[in-house]
RNA sequence: GGAGGUGUCGCAUAGUGGCCUAGUGCGCCCGCCUGCUAAGCGGGUUGAGGUUAAUCCCUCUCGCGGGUUCAAAUCCCGCCACCUCCGCCA
C-alpha cells in the first residue's frame, strides 16, 4: 500500500515507478478518481449523520405531537444516512481494491526493465577453476547420493517431484547451518524465532503475497489458511495492528520455519536436483525500523548476507534487481548469487527487499515518534536457504575422491568433521 | 469436537436503549506550588478519516462483521481471541 498523498501530490513519481517496473501508470490515475469518488461520498454521509445525530437529541426530550413530527422526518433521514453509507463503503472498497493491485514505488535507484536488467555491484572471490585442478566437478545430485545426503528419488516417491529427503550428512548439514546461521544473526542483535508457517489470508494479503505471486502460494480451503513461503510473512504480520515505540527501534528478528512454493510457471525450469522445490527450510532476517533509517537497514542486511556467504567460502555476486523483478512490496532488492560449478553461472542463494512503508500500511504496523504516530519500514534478508546453500557448498568445495571439505566456520556445527566422504 | 464464561482508552475498572461529548483510578505529559524529591492542586492523554493555509469543526472507532431501532458500548445473529470444564490427541 502506499501513501496516498503521494499518489496526490506528486503523481507523476509515481507512473515513472510504473513504468520502471514495466507496468501501467493509468493505474496511479484510476486510483486518484477512485479517491476524488470516495471523498465525495465522504463528504455526502457526515452531513446526513451529524443531521442524523442532531434531530436524534431532540426526538429523546420531545413529548406528544413533536414527538410524532420528529420521528417522521428522522425515519426518512435514517433511509438517507443508510444509503449514503453504503455509498461511502463502495467507494472506499474499490480505492482500496485499486490501491491494492499498486506495487510498492520502485526506488529511482533501482535499474529499470525487467528479470535480465539486473546491475551486478560486486564479485567476490573467485569461482573454482576445475579444470586447473584436473577433474570435472560432479553435480549435488551425484554427491549428495555418493555421500548419503539427499535422497530425490524417494522424495518423489512419497511427495512427488521437486521432493526429497535429506539424509545422513545431509540433515545433519541443514541443522549445522540452521544452528550457525542463528548463531550469527543472534550476535548482530536478533532475536531468534521459531515462526508458524501456516497462517491467515490477512498475513498473506498484507506481506504482499497473493498478488502477483498469488499463484506461487499453496492455500489450504478447507480451512481458509495459507502455506508461507517464507517466515517473512510471520514475521511482518507480528506487529500488525500494533504501534511501536520509537524508542524499540530498530527491531531486528530472525526466524527458521519451512518455506512452501508452488513453483507455479516454473516447469520445466531446475528440474534436476533441489535447486527449485516445493518445500525447503530456511532462515530469514526481519527488521522493522523507520523509513529514515531503512535505506542503511538494507546495506545493513546486504552485509550481513555477505558476512554468511565468506564464511560459507563462496565465491558470489551481488545484483540490484531490475524493477520489474521486485515483486509487490519491494522498493529495492539485492541477491546475493553463488558461482554453481555445474551450473556454470550464478544462482540466487540470498535475496534481500526494503518494502519501505508498504508492508506496514497494508498490516496497520506504526510507530510512537516525538511528532506522532506513523508507518514504520520493513525489510527482510535470507541468511539461508538450506537446499540451495548445500547445493553451493557440495559442489564447490568437493574433491577429486568425491568428499566435500567443510569449510572451516562449519566444522564446529558438524560435531567437527573436516569433510564429508562418501559412503558408496 | 462439546458445554459455559469473558472481550470498554497504555493498564485496571464503571457503564443493561437517548443525560456517553464513554465516567473513575493508576500510569504518562504540561503547568502551579515547593530548599530538593515526594505529596498536593489544575489541565491534557486512543487511533483513523473528512474539511482547512493552519486552527476550529465534523464523522467513524467500546474484539471484528452484520442486523433490529428514529437512536446501540448497551438488544439480536455470525466470526475471532482468551479463560474454565469434558472428550480426543503429539
Not at 242 to 254: C, K, T
Not at 265 to 275: E, V
Not at 317 to 330: E, P
Amino acid at each position: 500500500m502506499i501513501d496516498l498523498r503521494i499518489l496526490r501530490n506528486q503523481p507523476e513519481l509515481a507512473r515513472q515507478a510504473q513504468r520502471r517496473r514495466g507496468e501501467s501508470p493509468e493505474l496511479v490515475d484510476e486510483i486518484l478518481a477512485q479517491d476524488e469518488a470516495r471523498r465525495t461520498t465522504i463528504a455526502h454521509f457526515e452531513k446526513l449523520r451529524a443531521e442524523q445525530k442532531a434531530m436524534g437529541k431532540e426526538v429523546a426530550t420531545a413529548h406528544g405531537d413533536d414527538k410524532a413530527q420528529l420521528l417522521a422526518t428522522t425515519r426518512e433521514l435514517s433511509t438517507q444516512v443508510k444509503e449514503a453509507e453504503v455509498a461511502q463503503i463502495r467507494a472506499e472498497q474499490a480505492l482500496a481494491a485499486a490501491m491494492t493491485r499498486l506495487p510498492n514505488l520502485a526506488a529511482p535507484e533501482a535499474p529499470a526493465g525487467g528479470e535480465d536488467d539486473y546491475v551486478v555491484l560486486e564479485h567476490v572471490g573467485e569461482p573454482r577453476d576445475f579444470a586447473a585442478e584436473g577433474f570435472d566437478p560432479l553435480d549435488h545430485v551425484e554427491l549428495g547420493k555418493r555421500l548419503g545426503a539427499i535422497d530425490i528419488e524417494r522424495g518423489a516417491k512419497v511427495s512427488g517431484a521437486r521432493f526429497y529427503y535429506l539424509t545422513g550428512v545431509g540433515a545433519d548439514l541443514e541443522l549445522a547451518l540452521v544452528n550457525m546461521a542463528m548463531d550469527q544473526a543472534r550476535g548482530a542483535g536478533f532475536t531468534t524465532m521459531i515462526a508458524p508457517s501456516l497462517v491467515r489470508p490477512r498475513a498473506m494479503e498484507g506481506t504482499g503475497f497473493l498478488g502477483q505471486a498469488a499463484g506461487d502460494v499453496y492455500h489450504l480451503p478447507a480451512d481458509d489458511y495459507y502455506l508461507v513461503g517464507t517466515s517473512e510473512v510471520a514475521l511482518a504480520a507480528y506487529h500488525s495492528d500494533e504501534i511501536l515505540d520509537a524508542d524499540s527501534l530498530p527491531r531486528r528478528y530472525v526466524a527458521f520455519s519451512p518455506c512452501y512454493r508452488r513453483e507455479a510457471g516454473s516447469y520445466g525450469k531446475d528440474t534436476r536436483g533441489i535447486w527449485r522445490v516445493h518445500w525447503f527450510d530456511k532462515v530469514e532476517m526481519f527488521t522493522y525500523t523507520t523509513l529514515e533509517d531503512s535505506y542503511a537497514e538494507h546495506e545493513r542486511m546486504l552485509s550481513w548476507e555477505k558476512e554468511w556467504l565468506d564464511s560459507l567460502e563462496l565465491a558470489y555476486r551481488v545484483i540490484d534487481t531490475a524493477a520489474g523483478d521486485l515483486g509487490l512490496s519491494a522498493a529495492r532488492k539485492f541477491d546475493c548469487e553463488a558461482w554453481i560449478p555445474t551450473r556454470g553461472g550464478y544462482g540466487e542463494l540470498t535475496s534481500t527487499s526494503n518494502c519501505t512503508e508498504f508492508q506496514t500500511r497494508r498490516l496497520n504496523i506504526r510507530g510512537r515518534f516525538a511528532d506522532g504516530v506513523k508507518p514504520l519500514a520493513t525489510l527482510n534478508g535470507t541468511l539461508v536457504a538450506i537446499p540451495r546453500t548445500i547445493v553451493a557448498i557440495l559442489e564447490t568445495h568437493q574433491m577429486a575422491d568425491g568428499s566435500v571439505r567443510v569449510p572451516e566456520a562449519l566444522q564446529p556445527y558438524l560435531q567437527g568433521r573436516t569433510s564429508l566422504d562418501p559412503i558408496r
